[in-house]
């Protein structure tokens, strides 16, 4: 089974609307990342968490870590076209720089 | 600063054959990880190489290798290429102290016909 657990695994919104994409793992993360990927590129560092409860934001997209430090979930406040592509979060779950990501979110907005 | 740069970015090989990627980091990077991303199998840590040596690896068998120059470029081999090696072959760079940005580079596409 994957260790990283991405849901949902596609999701099509309107244009305005709000999303939330999460990412969960049985292990404690170490450090968790969120990343944009267009259709095969390279990926586009959105956000790093560390610490249990931490938030951070960028422009119109937030992402949390939970205090436990085994789900972290992405939101988009009023979704553009521009935010299309798939959204993939990566963590060490060992502490030893040995990175697994999820299998992807692929995010499709309807102007 | 100057990006993670990958070349060549699409290559086409027969089975059998071998490939060698090349991956430039940002300067001042230590750090450079290997990551095989396929339709199947998503994104997968291949290995990752920090001050020349190679610090950890993913579960590939051992016709995948890299290493790393002292100028901290990094190169990955493949030899004798199987069908199942088609993929997207994407190299990330970090300063490697602790937790850092990971910043990857673009992708090298290898077929394998």
């Known amino acids: 089974s994957q260790e990283l657990e991405q849901s949902p695994q596609s999701l099509i919104v309107q244009e305005g609307k709000n999303l939330t994409i999460n990412c969960t793992s049985s292990?404690?993360?170490?450090?968790l990342y969120w990343y944009k990927q267009k259709y095969g590129e390279g990926l586009i560092f959105l956000m790093m968490?560390?610490?249990?409860?931490e938030e951070k934001s960028h422009e119109k997209i937030t992402a949390k870590l939970d205090e436990k430090k085994q789900q972290s979930s992405l939101h988009i406040t009023a979704s553009q076209p521009s935010h299309a592509g798939i959204y993939l979060c990566?963590?060490?779950?060992?502490?030893?720089?040995?990175?697994?990501f999820g299998t992807g979110t692929r995010l499709k907005v309807l102007a | 600063k100057a990006g993670v740069t990958q070349t060549p970015r699409y290559l086409i090989k027969t089975r059998g054959q071998q490939v060698t990627l090349s991956c430039s980091p940002i300067?001042?990077?230590?750090?450079v990880s290997w990551y095989q991303q396929t339709p199947g199998q998503g994104l997968q840590f291949l290995f990752e190489?920090?001050?020349?040596?190679?610090?950890n690896k993913g579960n590939f068998p051992g016709r995948f290798s890299g290493r790393q120059f002292s100028n901290s470029r990094s190169e990955m081999n493949v030899s004798t290429l199987e069908l199942g090696d088609s993929a997207l072959y994407l190299c990330?760079?970090?300063?490697?102290?602790?937790?850092?940005?990971?910043?990857f580079g673009p992708g090298t596409r290898l077929t394998v016909l």
């Open positions: 300067s001042g990077h230590r750090s």
């Open positions: 292990k404690t993360l170490y450090g």
């Open positions: 190489y920090f001050s020349e040596t190679q610090r």
């Open positions: 990566g963590a060490d779950i060992g502490g030893t720089y040995k990175y697994i």
């Open positions: 968490l560390q610490k249990g409860g």
């Open positions: 990330a760079s970090s300063s490697g102290q602790g937790w850092s940005e990971q910043f």
